[in-house]
Structure formats: structure tokens, C-alpha cells
């Protein structure tokens, strides 16, 4: 079907920034959305960012401002530039799509998570 790869996670200080990347691969027809998820330990897992085909782009309150979600179609890869980083913005983040993998004669729904990368935000 389709996998996932993250990239990008790592250990910053407060008010840094991070760059997260996304690559996405397999029998892929078309991909209509990709966003951005984070867990916390104890916290369920929470969208952070997301991005359907035509541009529109939706992100959660706590990381208006900081955060900017953007994809390169051509490449199938969705990236999370990650400005003024604080701890609470410590977490695992998984990248997530759905669309349709198959070709023209056939195509079957696919809706992908990737492993996962970690994020830590601490002086």
C-alpha cells in the first residue's frame, strides 16, 4: 500500500525551530490529505496541522503562529516548520495521509500513519 517516513525530530532548546518532513511512497493513485499528529505520554493523540490537496491548510490553536504546514505534490512529501518551539510542544509526531493507492483501472482508499519522530523542547 502506502508508507510513511519521518524525518527531521529532534532535541532543541526553547524558542528554536525544527523542521519535519514526510515522504510518502508505494502504489500511490493520489494523495487528498496530509497532516501533522503529536503525543504527549498520558495525552492522547491530538492533530497538530493538516493540508488537503487544493491548499487549504488547518492548524490547531496552541501552534497558530509558530507552526507552518506545507507539501510538495510532486514529491508526495509534507513538511512541519516548527518556529519558537516551547516544551509543551514535546511529544512524538506522526505523520499521517489518505487518498488512493492503484492505477487507472483499479484504486482502493488508503489512509497511512508513519512510525513517528521525537521531538524534545528542553534547555
Known amino acids: 500500500q502506502v508508507q510513511l517516513v519521518e524525518s527531521g525530530g529532534g532535541l532543541v532548546q526553547p524558542g528554536g525551530s525544527l523542521r519535519l518532513s514526510c515522504a510518502a511512497s508505494?502504489?500511490?493513485?493520489?494523495?487528498?490529505?496530509m497532516g501533522w499528529y503529536r503525543q504527549s505520554p498520558g495525552k492522547q493523540r491530538e492533530l497538530v496541522a493538516s493540508t488537503i490537496s487544493g491548499g487549504s491548510t488547518n492548524y490547531a490553536d496552541s501552534v497558530k503562529g509558530r507552526f507552518t504546514i506545507s507539501r510538495d505534490n510532486a514529491k508526495n512529501t509534507v513538511y512541519l516548520q516548527m518556529n519558537s518551539l516551547n516544551p509543551e510542544d514535546t511529544a512524538v509526531y506522526y505523520c499521517?495521509?489518505?487518498?488512493?493507492?492503484?492505477?487507472?483501472?483499479?484504486?482502493?482508499?488508503?489512509?497511512?500513519w508513519g512510525r513517528g519522530t521525537q521531538v524534545t523542547v528542553s534547555s
Open positions: 508505494g502504489n500511490i493513485f493520489s494523495i487528498n490529505d
Open positions: 499521517n495521509a489518505g487518498g488512493f493507492y492503484g492505477g487507472s483501472r483499479w484504486r482502493e482508499p488508503f489512509n497511512s
